[in-house]
């Protein structure tokens, strides 16, 4: 399990020429995240900041505006199983007709917006330009609804992960950034280590729904017990739900009793 940002499960655990030394090591990761903070703190004052949408002030230390917030288009109504929007209409109705009749293995799903312009770009941004300060932002936008509206919190976070041969040409993987702040302002644990994404696969958006669900089919593998109940995976989008389905249905098979999805934003087609 990985609680922490890159590399620092290793600098705890490893310190000259391999020796443990971890109480050392712990000071110096004390040390280093106390000037991270305060460097934070001191750039906020010098350098406010700026939407990344229009380039306007941000709203409450968000690279994001409060006139591009209003922009985005919330998944206000929306179905409890795959966060497919639903009519305002239907405000009884917990559950899409997809999901009556074929129910993926999550078994809640929650959606920020709509994977409408602007949220679109950001992530984009993100995943295709590099822009990895956009993950800090989307994560935050996600934290103040999940924790008015998702009820009981997970146990564990669990971020979709990429297969090793996506990471090295991407750099890094979106879903694990977009999920630090949630963990880290909600204060759930993340796994970063059990799952792996072990088969090398199409990228998903070029697919139709059905050759998503074939081409996802056996991607995951579990290398670690899951010691939970209750588990939440995070991603960035959500479009047939295909992904984050398989992945619960392996997650599931070490004995987790729930599966929940949050996704930055769910995607129509």
Same mark, same amino acid.
């Given at each position: 399990?990985n609680?922490?940002?890159?590399g620092?499960s ?19 990761l ?5 000037v ?7 750039l ?49 109705i ?8 074929q ?5 809640f799903?929650y959606?920020?917006?709509l994977?409408?312009?602007p ?14 300060s956009y ?11 999940i ?9 564990l ?5 990429l297969?090793?041969q ?5 750099g890094? *993987?979106?879903?694990? #950034?977009?999920? =630090?702040? &949630?963990? $880290? ?5 993340? !796994?970063?280590n059990? @799952?792996q ?20 089919k056996?991607?995951f ?10 588990v ?6 959500m479009?047939?739900? *295909?992904?984050?389905? #398989?992945?619960a =249905?392996? &997650?599931? $098979? ?5 599966? !929940?999805v949050?996704? @930055?934003?769910?995607a129509l087609?």
């Open positions: 399990m609680l922490g940002g890159p620092e290793r600098l705890a655990f490893e310190f000259h020429c391999g020796q443990s030394y971890p109480i050392i090591a712990a000071c110096q004390m040390i280093i995240k106390t991270n903070n305060w460097l934070n703190s001191m906020f004052r010098v350098i406010p900041p700026l939407c990344a949408v229009c380039g306007a002030p941000g709203h409450e230390k968000l690279d994001i505006c409060i006139a591009c917030i209003a922009e985005l288009i919330r998944n206000s109504h929306a179905c409890q199983r795959c966060a497919l929007p639903m009519e305002a209409a239907q405000s009884d917990t559950l899409c007709g997809h999901c009556l009749r129910p993926p293995h999550y078994d799903s959606a920020f917006a994977y409408e312009p949220l679109d770009r950001l992530i984009q941004q993100l995943k295709f330009n590099n822009k990895l993950a800090q932002l989307l994560g935050s936008l996600m934290v103040t609804d924790a008015r509206n998702n009820g009981e919190p997970p146990e976070i669990i971020p979709v992960p297969h090793p996506r990471l090295r040409q991407r890094f *993987n979106q879903a694990l #950034e977009i999920a =630090r702040p &949630i963990a $880290k302002q909600l204060a759930i644990p993340m !796994d970063t059990s @799952c994404r072990t088969k090398a696969t199409t990228e998903q958006s070029s697919l139709s729904a059905q050759q998503r669900a074939d081409n996802i056996g991607a593998t579990i290398s670690a017990d899951i010691s939970a109940e209750h939440v995976i995070v991603d960035d989008v479009t047939t739900g *295909n992904t984050v389905s #398989e992945l =249905r392996t &997650i599931k $098979k070490t004995g987790v009793h729930r599966v !929940d949050w996704v @930055c934003a769910r087609t």
